[in-house]
Structures are given as structure tokens and as C-alpha cells.
């Protein structure tokens, strides 16, 4: 992989880990943050405010730096992005269309996350194949499609590098997710050990796919390092790690927490996001193509979440 790298939404849930992943691997220098906030004071390495939507930023940020390759984090997900559908349009759609247009103009390459929100009801829900119905009916999904459709068509029309994976459900103890379905997965340990109580905003038997995050930057750094002769697809490989439900989740947590509880409180508008998505994915393409192979699977997960978030919550009361 071209190794000056621009990060877009940077500061995000994946962005904060995605960064120090990249700098540990091709050095700080090498990885330019950016995003529409600004880091913690103290924040080491390059960092830059590109509002991805906004073309000559961008343009002058991959010049001055010099970047080859650029992984497009910013976006608006899947509960937010129905809260404020033309908002999200204009950042996932919009922000997209200019990185492609300036990769295209100076020969980067680009990741583009696409999400288990690119499918929809009329969607094989047991294993869903890589190539099938993509119809989804929230504004997140029809932006993932348009975009893995937009990440080919860029591929094709002008030969810019585009690659990219669907990501289930990301959990992880860093910063924390910035608004989707599946939030409930990380919200889960932080109340776990503060409060060993937690009501789930999604019903105890939504089945969804989900990713520990260091499985969710190998699969980043993975799939635009592989060489490209490998690769039947490009963009949007399925990919997956564990697959659980509510009540399942809390079952694992208890084997540490063993007077853990939790209740469900379903919120309509996520309930029925999370219930036009699959239960599971198949992400054979991805294990065959490119070597995909995940490390956590949820009982390694849980004992590493509890471990570190219990390094840096204490139980109240
Ligand atoms: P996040 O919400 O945690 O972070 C997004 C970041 O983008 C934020 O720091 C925000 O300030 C920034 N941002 C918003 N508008 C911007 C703009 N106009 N210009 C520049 N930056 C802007 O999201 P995340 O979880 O880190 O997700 C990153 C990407 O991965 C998204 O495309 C998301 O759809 C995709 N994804 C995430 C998950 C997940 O579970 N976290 C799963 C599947 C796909
Ligand atoms: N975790 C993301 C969301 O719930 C899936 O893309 O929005």
C-alpha cells in the first residue's frame, strides 16, 4: 500500500483506533487525522480539520501532505442519520462523491466503510450471500449501497484504487460509538461493571453480526494491502467475526458479572433498522479473496472488554 495516508472522521468510534493502528504499522509521519472536531489537547501526530464535504479542503490537505492513500471514515450512522435523513445525505453521499473526485484528480487510493445497513428486508437474512438484493429502507443503507455502487463505478470508469468491507457491529472500549444500531454492544459493558444493570434499547432476541474493533483494523489494513490481482471484488466485502443477540450477550457478560441484569426498553425506530438488516453474514469472498480470518469471537471479546473498560470504570454504589 502507498503509505502517506489521510484518515477522514478520524476522532470517530473506528477513526481512533484506526489511526494508531496505521501509525504503529508505517510510522506517525506517515498517517494524517482529520475530522470536523478537534483532537484532545496533547493528541501526538499530524492532524488536520477537513470537513469531507468540502472539496479544496480536501484538495489541499492530500497535496501538502502528499497522501496516496485515503481511508473515508466520516459519515453519519445508521439511528443519527434517520434522525436527520437529508443531513445524511449530504455527509455520507456528498463527502464520498469528493474524496472519489480527488482521488481520482491525484491518484489515491481509497477505503470506503460499507455497513450490514447496505441490506434490507427483501435480503437473504441467514448468511447473506456477497452478491444479493440490496434494497434497504433506511436513509444509512441507501447511502452504504449508493456508495459501494459509486466505489466500483470510480474503480471502473477511472481505475482509482477503491476497496472496502461491509463491518457488522463494532465494539470496542475506546472512544465511544457515534450513534447506530448496534451501540447497544458497547453501552452494555459500561453498565455492566458501573451499574451491573442495563435496559436494552433493542428486544432480547435481535440476532445481528458483529466485530471486536482489533479484528475490525485488520480487516482495513488487510484488504488495501493485498495484492490486487486477488481480488474478484473490490468494495464491500462481507465480513463478519460473532453473531448474538441481546440476551446472549448479557449470558457471556454474566460469567464474569455474575449478578449482572439486564431489561429491554425497545426503541420503535432502531428495533425496526436492526430488524430489516441479516442475522449473519457470509463472508467467504473476503476469506478467500484476501486471507479474512478474525481473532476475537464473543467469549474472547467479552473478557477483553471487561478487562480493559475495568481498568477504567469503577462499579458505583
Ligand atoms: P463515528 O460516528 O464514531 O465517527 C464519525 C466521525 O466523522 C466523527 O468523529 C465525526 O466528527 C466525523 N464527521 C462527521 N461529519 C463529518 C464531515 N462532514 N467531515 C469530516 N468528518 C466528519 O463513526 P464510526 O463508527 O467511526 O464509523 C466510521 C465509518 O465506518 C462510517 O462510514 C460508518 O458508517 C462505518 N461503519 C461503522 C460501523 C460501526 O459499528 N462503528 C459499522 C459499519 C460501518
Ligand atoms: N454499527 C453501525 C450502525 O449501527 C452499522 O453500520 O449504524
Redesign the pocket.
Known sequence: MNTKILV????????SELVNALRARYGEEAVVA????MPPRGTDGPFDF????NQRSLQEVIRRHDVRTIY??????SA?AESKPQVAWD??MG?LYRVLEVARETRCAVFF?????AFGPDTPPDHTPQDTVQRPVTM?GVT?VAGELLCDYYHHRFRVDTRGV?????ISHG??????T?DYAVEIFHEAIRHRHYTCFLGPDTRLDMMYMPDAMKAAIEVMEVDPSRLVHRNAFNVTAMNFTPEELAAEIRKHIPDFKIDYNVDPVRQAIADSWPNSLDDRAAREEWGWNPEYGLAAMVQDMLENLGKKLKPVG
Open positions: 477522514t472522521g478520524a476522532l470517530g468510534q473506528i477513526g482529520s475530522d470536523i472536531r477537513v470537513d469531507c464535504t473515508h471514515l466520516a459519515a453519519l450512522l443519527v455527509v455520507n463527502g466503510p460499507s455497513s450490514i445497513g444509512y452504504k461491509r463491518f457488522p457491529g463494532l472512544a465511544p460509538p457515534g450513534g447506530g448496534t
